[in-house]
């Protein structure tokens, strides 16, 4: 039988301007491409969420220049309770979609997977470009709904039926703002298919020879992992837009029920189950939860080693109990509708394995614990953020707790303390997943190092800021306060309005630090002081190589690899502590 | 640790042997495949939950024409696997025109299924059969979970006829190999195997 090879071409290094920076088939190009959609993605994300927060503080004070750019939904610059979902329901898709999937994944793992192992591209250059391009479609196409008719979508990003399937009757942004939503939202799926087919390729098929499985770093096998989990879930999003655009353009109802009145007129929809739509996009949205936070796993448990000196305790665990967390995401989606209707017994299903989920991601953290402990620990901004991340993580994991469990569950799950949950556990961990990899991989990727001054303030900042946004959340939900509501100022809850305006100032706060960041990549990027090929002492094959890699990573010649990405602590050559991957045997 | 014994070494000069023993190209078609599996399961899910949803579910299809000619179609998508595995073998024993001349059977084949499936979705939307009505009165959701899932059944049996006359193309004039060939296969055999899901759940389940 003859196999073909599917080596990836040699990039011509003479190129138009174009190729080389835009239409550029390089990962490494496309990786940095997909960082900058994040960057961009994660500004609006953010002042969105300022607008909400501020308005949750004071509902009544008009926020300056909001009625001009919406004066449909802030006539005078105070928002309508659905311009407040409005916000919402974008925050919520353009964070989890365009960035928690966007950076850590297609982003960082883009740039770095085909390094790690040794390969001078991705399996597929010219499909990587492709996913790419048609992320940013996606982007754009989500975005145009600031633009279009009434507005955008309400429904929140879980999209649920059947407020989502009706149309212009649900309310302003039912029309055409949700069929955009739905369109973008299914172009995003073709695209992290495409990329996932890539790195599933990549990881499998273009090592360099010595790169066994084993011997593959761990970010690059969170990556793998995420790219399988990516893979089917997705598959399932995507069929489950399609029925949903069918729903508000073609006159089905496999998501509306018979009798519906909406807005006095009764819907000509019968038959269909709003359940239905929860149980497909839980089945995608569940494992999403996963392709968001197991990325800032493997990037911390690459990061950790290296400035602890010392090796990944149990790697071999680790990697095992990231095949487990993949396995168990698929088996857990109907905790999220604990409070849906749905039958008791299952709910008593989705519970146990949502508890033992749990055992695999703890193993996780005491092995990073175990990591650190007793270790001379380098403090920069990476391993701060390293370790934050570990601290985020386990405030937000204890709180799933009390959430997994089906009669906790049915008073906590519409309030405040879920809020709280998924922005520690899934939000804010993965965002400081990508902060650690951005100040460890920065110095990589421009070839400059980033200043430590102010990203040790950004690190202190931000975590004070988080837990003082967060923290607070918790007791919110526990009094009652009721989630997706845009103000609470004339029932019961009016007690709890100042804890209300200290989060609003905690969020405007830790949000403002964030221009520390933003200053110090961009300066950092111009003036930092010139990085050397392995400025942190780490062993795998990205530090073996230029900083900024050339063009093909390893200029010509492919490394082969002799070791493990774990040998920290060892007597290495020349009096190092540390032996690199691509080292002579 | 032990050498993987497959003949893998051939995959990638200068590389770790594959762990599956296949070029980076076949096991994107399985992975491509994984994923569209999900796609279909989700759909079928779907129809299972909504028919079970509705007391009023209604039965449309008569033995004769509707499930007389989804049989004929059965075979005929049965037929094309065997042409498309004929193509493969020849053009492994690098017979080229043989190779072809398969393709070309299995491309008729398949345009045959999709004219035989037309010409079922024109008669139904001439008894009135619509995405969101129901001429026998029951749930019009009859209708939707049938084009909805015939129809992404049929988009697959389209692009896969049109992705085997670009592959015959490109594998005459020497472009593509017998590894092409292959991969182009497995996503055939792919589509006949999803028909073996949708064509009970779908027309048999719904004889009158």
């Keep these: ?172 942004g039912q029309g055409s703002g949700q069929t955009l939503w739905a369109i973008s939202i299914g172009i995003f799926c073709i695209a992290q298919l495409l990329g996932s087919l890539n790195f599933i390729a990549t990881t499998l098929d273009l090592r360099t020879k010595g790169m066994s499985l084993a011997r593959l770093p761990y970010a690059t096998w969170a990556w793998f992992v995420t790219a399988v989990i990516a893979l089917v879930a997705f598959a399932v999003l995507l069929p489950a837009c399609i029925l949903l655009i069918l729903d ?49 796993f493997g990037i911390i448990s690459q990061i950790l080693p290296v400035f602890a000196r010392k090796p990944l305790l149990g790697p071999r665990v680790f990697i095992a109990c990231l095949v487990a967390i993949a396995f168990l995401s698929y088996t857990v989606w109907g905790h999220h509708m604990f409070l849906s209707g749905m039958n008791p017994f299952s ?91 951005t100040y460890f991989w920065f110095p990589k990727m421009f070839g400059r190092m980033m200043s430590e001054t102010l990203g040790k303030w950004h690190f202190w900042l931000t975590f004070i800021g988080v837990y003082c946004i967060f923290m607070p959340m918790h007791y919110l939900g526990l009094a009652g306060n009721v989630r997706r509501y845009s103000a609470f100022t004339d029932d019961y809850l009016q007690p709890l309005i100042p804890l209300h305006r200290f989060i609003t100032i905690a969020a405007l706060f830790t949000g403002a630090v964030q221009l520390i960041f933003l200053f110090n990549l961009i300066r950092s990027r111009l003036r930092g002081p010139k990085a050397a090929d392995n400025p942190w002492e780490a062993t795998t094959l990205e530090w073996s190589t230029s900083s900024p890699p050339p063009h093909d990573n390893f200029g010509g010649r492919r490394p082969t690899v002799a070791y493990g990405p774990n040998e920290y602590g060892v007597a290495g050559p020349a009096g190092r502590d540390y032996v690199m991957q691509a080292a002579a045997q | 640790m032990p050498e993987p014994s497959v003949a893998a070494a051939t995959v990638h000069a200068g590389s770790e042997p594959s762990p599956f023993g296949v070029p980076s190209r076949k096991l994107a078609m399985w992975m491509f495949i994984v994923a569209d599996a999900a796609t279909f399961a989700a759909v079928l899910f779907a129809y299972g939950y909504v028919r079970v949803a509705n007391p009023d579910w209604t039965r449309p299809f008569a033995v004769w024409p509707s499930i007389v000619n989804g049989v004929v179609m059965t075979v005929i998508l049965l037929t094309s696997s065997l042409t498309m595995i004929a193509a493969v073998l020849a053009a492994q024993a690098e017979r080229r025109a043989v190779a072809v001349r398969w393709l070309g059977a299995t491309m008729a084949l398949g345009a045959m299924f999709a004219a035989l499936h037309l010409r079922e979705w024109i008669a139904m939307i001439g008894e009135g059969w619509r995405l969101f009505r129901n001429p026998l009165g029951g749930t019009p959701l009859v209708g939707a979970t049938f084009f909805s899932i015939t129809g992404l059944h049929l988009l697959h049996v389209v692009s896969g006829v049109v992705v085997i006359g670009v592959i015959a193309l490109g594998y005459r004039k020497s472009r593509f190999d017998a590894g092409h060939l292959e991969t182009t296969g497995l996503y055939w055999h792919f589509v006949d195997l999803v028909w073996m899901f949708v064509f009970p759940l779908i027309y048999l389940l719904n004889v009158r």
């Design chain 1, 1 to 172: 039988m003859t196999h073909t090879t599917a080596h990836p071409p040699a990039h011509a290094q003479r190129q138009s301007f174009l190729r080389k920076h835009v239409f550029s088939v390089d990962h490494k190009v496309i990786g940095r491409q997909y960082l900058d959609l994040a960057l961009v993605a994660v500004v609006t994300g953010m002042v969105l969420s300022w607008l909400m927060r501020f308005h949750l503080g004071w509902p009544d004070t008009p926020v300056p220049l909001l009625g001009k750019l919406a004066p449909t939904g802030a006539a005078g610059g105070v928002m309508t309770p659905e311009y407040y979902l409005e916000l919402m329901t974008m925050h919520g898709t353009i964070m989890v979609f365009f960035v928690l999937t966007t950076a850590p994944f297609a982003g960082f793992g883009n740039y770095f997977l085909p390094i790690h192992v040794g390969a001078e591209d991705m399996a597929f250059p010219r499909i990587n470009m492709m996913s790419f391009w048609v992320t940013l479609l996606a982007f754009l196409v989500l975005v145009a709904a600031f633009f279009v008719g009434d507005g955008p979508p309400l429904s929140g990003w879980t999209a649920y039926a059947p407020l989502s399937a009706v149309g212009k009757d649900a309310g302003p």
């Design chain 1, 248 to 296: 508000r353009v073609a006159g089905t109802s496999f998501f509306i029920p018979g009798g519906l009145v909406i807005s006095d007129r009764l819907q000509p929809h019968m038959g269909g189950s709003p359940l239905l739509w929860q149980h497909l996009f839980w089945f995608f949205g569940h494992p999403e939860v996963y392709v968001a936070i197991l990325p800032g």
């Design chain 1, 347 to 437: 709910a008593t299903l989705f519970s146990v394995p949502t508890l033992v989920i749990t055992i695999p991601a703890a193993i996780i953290t005491l092995l990073w614990i175990g990591t650190v402990y007793g270790a001379r620990l380098r403090l920069t901004s990476a391993s701060l953020f390293a370790l934050g991340f570990v601290s985020v993580f386990v405030s937000g994991g204890i709180s799933g707790f009390f959430l997994a469990q089906p009669s906790t569950d049915i008073y906590l799950h519409g309030t405040y303390f879920v809020v709280a949950h998924f922005h520690f556990v899934m939000g804010v961990a993965a965002m400081f997943g990508i902060f650690a990899g």
